[in-house]
Nanobody, 118 residues
């Protein structure tokens, strides 16, 4: 059974940092690209970062320079380091897996809430 478990969300002040983690099981992790998405109620889901199995990374313009995606194949985990957070980063964040950074993505995890507020 494929599982993707995101964690690390919470409440942070503007300008602060958070690191999200997503642990995976049930598929060959090192063969897959891993992506992070976010969604605000009433808006479309936004793809914000992806890391390929080669280590190549892609970022949406909205997070470029502030967020960093990384992976640890030994731990079957992908991370999203979020710095200089803004109120508009408030969303539910999801991780997903695909052979080639999608779309579409093969596997999805449950979300973790990130709230940026003073």
């Amino acid at each position: 059974e494929v599982q993707l478990q995101a964690s690390g969300g919470g409440l942070v002040q503007p300008g602060g940092s958070l690191r999200l983690s997503c642990s995976a099981s049930g598929f060959t992790f090192e063969d897959y690209a891993l992506g992070w998405f976010r969604q605000v109620p009433g808006k479309e889901r936004e793809g914000i970062a992806c890391i390929k199995n080669s280590g190549g990374t892609y970022y949406a313009d909205s997070v470029k320079g502030r967020f960093t995606i990384s992976r640890d194949n030994a731990k079957n985990t992908v991370y999203l380091q979020m710095n200089s957070l803004k109120p508009e980063d408030t969303a539910v964040y999801y991780c997903a897996a695909d052979p080639t950074c999608g779309p579409p993505y093969d596997y999805w995890g449950q979300g973790t809430q990130v709230t940026v507020s003073s």
